[in-house]
């Protein structure tokens, strides 16, 4: 099983433009994540998905979409990129809610240069 | 709202030497607590959790006892090494909320001095 991956690893962007991120679980997981993690700022929720096909906003949404139209796939989309953006984002999943079942599992980030 | 406080770091120390790493959390109910571990140049992992009070994880040498007298999860380890340099994450989860959201603490990195 590869768990989770993330494609790109490393992109450069300039303002205004749009990319798409993507994250693909092979683990059968209901849930998924997106985070963004800052200096000194700990990892942030962006948003997340309970299931294929619903997408819920987190804590910083702004300025990013998502899409869950295939149970192991998640998309991040930036429409319109900002250097407030920079950051590097990670993608998470898990089986569900309940005790012993919120585990998280993390893809190995992409890194995100907004210039 | 549930939150969480770990130690700032960077915490330097030598081989061998004793770790402990404070945490403490706020939340109603009944949480579950977790340590996630980042390697340079990767994603989180999981170190360990406990999902009830006096629950006691561990994993590689560290461990982390879910008080909820004190609202803590410190991790500790008694000999750390060189290998052990990374970033660690403490973190709780309401495993009844919707989508079991994480609430992670701000990450304290951790350098071992060979």
Request: aromatic share 12%.
């Given at each position: 099983n590869a768990g989770v991956t993330q494609t790109p690893k490393f992109r450069v962007l300039k303002t205004g433009q749009s990319m798409t991120l993507?994250?693909?679980?092979?683990?059968?997981?209901?849930?998924?994540?997106?985070?963004?993690?800052?200096?000194g700022m700990g990892l942030r929720l962006i948003h997340y998905s309970?299931?294929?096909?619903?997408?819920?906003?987190?804590?910083?949404?702004?300025?990013?979409?998502v899409s869950r139209l295939k149970k192991q796939n998640f998309l991040l989309g930036l429409e319109s990129a900002?250097?407030?953006?920079?950051?590097?984002?990670?993608?998470?999943?898990?089986?569900?809610?309940?005790?012993?079942?919120?585990?998280?599992y993390f893809g190995p980030g992409t890194r995100l240069l907004v210039l | 709202?549930?939150?969480?406080?770990?130690?700032?770091?960077?915490?330097?120390?030598s081989e061998e030497a004793f770790l402990t790493i404070n945490c403490t959390y706020?939340?109603?109910?009944?949480?579950?607590?977790?340590?996630y571990v980042q390697y340079p140049g990767e994603g989180l992992q999981l170190l360990l959790k406990a999902?009830?009070?006096?629950?006691?994880?561990?994993?590689?040498?560290?461990?982390?006892t879910y008080r909820k007298e004190t609202t803590s999860f410190h991790l500790e380890?008694?000999?750390?090494?060189?290998?052990?340099?990374a970033v660690y994450f403490c973190a709780l989860s309401d495993p009844w909320s919707s989508a079991s959201k994480i609430i992670f603490g701000s990450g304290?990195?951790?350098?071992i001095r060979p």
């Open positions: 993507l994250c693909a679980q092979d683990m059968n997981h209901e849930y998924m994540y997106w985070y963004r993690q800052d200096p309970v299931g294929e096909g619903t997408t819920a906003k987190g804590e910083v949404p702004d300025g990013y979409n900002a250097p407030s953006q920079t950051s590097v984002y990670f993608c998470a999943s898990s089986y569900r809610a309940g005790r012993d079942q919120e585990t998280q | 709202g549930n939150s969480v406080t770990q130690m700032e770091g960077p915490v330097t120390l706020t939340a109603t109910g009944y949480p579950s607590l977790f340590w999902t009830k009070a006096d629950d006691k994880g561990s994993n590689k040498g560290f461990e982390a380890k008694g000999s750390v090494q060189v290998s052990d340099s304290t990195r951790l350098s």
